[in-house]
């Protein structure tokens, strides 16, 4: 059944032909058909793959070579296996939700335009099953590559806003930082091993030397860091909201920030030989689950909470890769993109029905009038505080254990952060949906639930996040881990972390505890007064995200476009621009003033000619003198 793997990223990049060259003369249901009915088709395809690999373990497909020079041989080839597959499902399954939830949210768009939304969604997926498939590194670079392009054209979607395409501008350079690492980690790896498949990469990676194995993984995280936004290159996930809503919830949830987890988890083999790497990927991932979270706390854009809780949780993700909880990372990555994608699409569908409106100070009170959007919202919400048994508890409180055994100060700052998550989350919660509505009357009159292409990802998304976790419940609960068990042949190096039963049970209880009390506070203080989601004195500092974009600003936009001024003017304008004109202009005056000879009085070209002939005279006894003189002299 492996054979079939070429059918999971053709059937995106078709949809993605079919409407890209037919925007302008399919109509728009027809391209909602192509474009979802493209991604269904591969969700379909992986979930044979999920249970032949499950049934008979994993296998590589090789196509062709793709480079081939001399003895340095690269296939083009695809790796079916436990953690492929699984990643399979969860982009194609997310990624066709959010498809149909999109032809209807997306329904006012013009034709043409509704088909290069739609194209660019398809090659979006395309690129992220192409990462997650490659059999080596170099494949899984195309598609990184692909998913920042195809992020920088869905975030610039509505390009005839500046202010959106500086974002889409942003994401785009930000994450060519963090690619410079990745691509120079490839060829630190074909420097020493001569291969960049994985097999024969994790196979004979205990020949690395300790110092290769740190640079190697360190340059892969800096590409992580960049995909997956992390402290310093995290700026760029919260303007992604300039793109459509649905647009918001494939980057978050199923695709290109989930990127940097998988590539970590994957080369799980080289990150064990950097006990290093490992200390700075979890203390990286430490800060900014903390830092992101407390941004979060102020901010009154319903999509840049989400947005800031995004690069929250994917901290959390990190530090279960850098402690060696692997598959606790992986787990998190699935249960994140299920209630994740609902939170997103959840508060899409409160945008739809305020008509356009974002800010959460002027909602409120849309119980009663959005009832599905509430109740699956809530229970978002209620998986992402990580409240048991939501799949968010599961994922996160194994984390957050990891991280015990590995330090208690790793716990402590990770539960306190789990603090602020349901604080933030539940602040979002009531201001929205509790209350008196605080919008205008026309915006009150036109409130309506979202149709059903919206309402039914919704439901469903809802139902994962409740149960989703299910398939993660450890021993000390019960359960069997079956994910770990799954995902073990490929996380070979996973970490044991061995805690005692009571001291696991009293980690969770405080965890819990601590989100509950979140969860009552942020009820109590919002849906009463609302007018508390106002920033004043330190808030005003979480509010502008702690300045870091103008600190950004003043040390690295401003000084690189103030040398981009002087070289544009001085170096290239007055310089190089200078000479190349300069000496047009001079042939070109010379031209000017030589035409005037040509006077057609006979007189004076007469004159020229005597002259010409006296001076080729003069001319010739000057040589002839020189000669004469040479020849003397020898």
């Known amino acids: 059944m492996s054979k079939l793997v070429y059918l999971v990223p053709l059937f995106p990049l078709i949809g993605f032909l079919i409407n890209g060259l037919g925007r302008k003369s399919l109509s728009k249901s027809l391209i909602g058909i192509i474009g979802s009915g493209a991604i269904l088709a591969s969700f379909v395809v992986s979930l044979v793959l999920f249970f032949d690999v499950k049934a008979h373990g994993g ?56 088909g290069r939304y739609f194209a660019y969604l398809n090659l979006f997926v395309f690129s992220m099953l192409l990462l997650v498939l490659g059999a080596n590194y170099v494949i899984m670079f195309i598609g990184w590559e692909g998913v920042g392009l195809c992020s920088y054209l869905l975030i610039g979607y509505w390009f005839k ?115 290093f790497t490992q200390h700075l990927v979890a203390i990286i991932g430490l800060a900014t689950a903390l830092f992101a979270a407390t941004i979060a706390i102020k901010q009154n854009d319903i999509k840049k909470v989400l947005a800031y809780s995004t690069v929250s949780q994917l901290g959390y993700m990190f530090l279960g890769l850098g402690v060696g909880a692997y598959t606790g990372a992986v787990f998190h990555v699935m249960t994140h993109a299920f209630f994740k994608a609902l939170l997103f699409l959840g508060a899409g569908s409160v945008i739809h029905a305020m008509h356009h409106e974002q800010d959460i100070r002027m909602m409120g009170g849309l119980k009663k009038k959005l009832p599905i959007t509430h109740i699956t919202f809530l229970l978002g919400c209620l998986a992402i505080a990580g409240i048991p048994p939501f799949s968010g508890f599961f994922s996160k409180d194994e984390i957050l254990a990891a991280a015990y055994a590995e330090s208690p100060i790793y716990w402590g700052v990770g539960v306190v952060t789990a603090g602020l998550t349901a604080f933030y989350m539940f602040r979002l919660y009531a201001t929205t949906f509790l209350g008196q509505f605080r919008g205008t009357h026309e915006q009150e009159h036109h409130l309506h639930e979202s149709p059903s292409a919206m309402t039914i990802p919704l439901v469903v998304l809802a139902i994962l996040s409740v149960l989703g976790g299910m398939v993660g419940v450890p021993e000390i609960l019960g359960g069997h881990h079956e994910l770990h068990h799954f995902l073990s042949p490929i996380l070979t190096t996973e970490h044991e972390h061995h805690i005692e039963h009571n001291v696991e049970f009293g980690l969770m209880a405080a965890s819990v505890i601590l989100a509950a009390l979140a969860i009552a506070f942020a009820i109590g203080r919002y849906s009463k007064k609302p007018e508390l989601n106002d920033a004043n004195g330190f808030g005003k500092v979480l509010a502008n995200k702690w300045y870091i974009d103008e600190l950004y600003d003043a040390i690295v936009v401003r000084p690189l476009n103030a040398i981009a001024t002087f070289l544009k003017n001085i170096i290239e304008k007055s310089g190089i621009d200078g000479i190349v004109n300069g000496v047009g202009k001079l042939v070109n005056y010379s031209s000017r003033q030589l035409r005037l000879l040509q006077s057609g009085l006979v007189g004076n070209y007469i004159l020229i000619m005597v002259l010409g002939i006296v001076v080729f005279i003069l001319i010739w006894f000057y040589d002839t003198t020189i000669l004469r003189m040479i020849g003397k002299i020898f």
């Open 161 to 275: 806003n500046e202010n959106y395409n500086y974002a889409a501008k942003k994401a785009f350079v930000m994450n060519r930082i963090g690619d410079l690492g990745f691509l120079l980690a490839v060829f630190w790896i074909i420097t020493r091993l001569g291969t960049t498949n994985y097999a024969d990469v994790f196979a004979n990676a205990a020949h690395l030397s300790k110092f290769d194995a740190t640079v190697i993984t360190t340059l892969l995280f800096v590409g992580a860091m960049g995909k997956s936004a992390q402290i310093p290159l995290y700026t760029w996930l919260p303007d992604a909201m300039a793109g459509p809503t649905p647009v918001s919830a494939l980057i978050h949830a199923a695709t290109m920030v989930t990127a940097g987890i998988y590539m970590i988890a994957r080369s799980n083999a080289l990150y064990s030989l950097a006990p």
């Open 59 to 114: 296998s590589v497909v090789s196509y062709f070579n793709f480079i081939d020079v001399e003895s340095f041989k690269i296939a083009f080839a695809f790796q079916v296996d436990q953690l492929s597959s699984l990643f399979l499902l969860i982009i194609t399954g997310i990624g066709f939700l959010i498809h149909l939830y999109s032809t209807s949210y997306m329904h006012e768009e013009e034709p043409q335009h509704f």
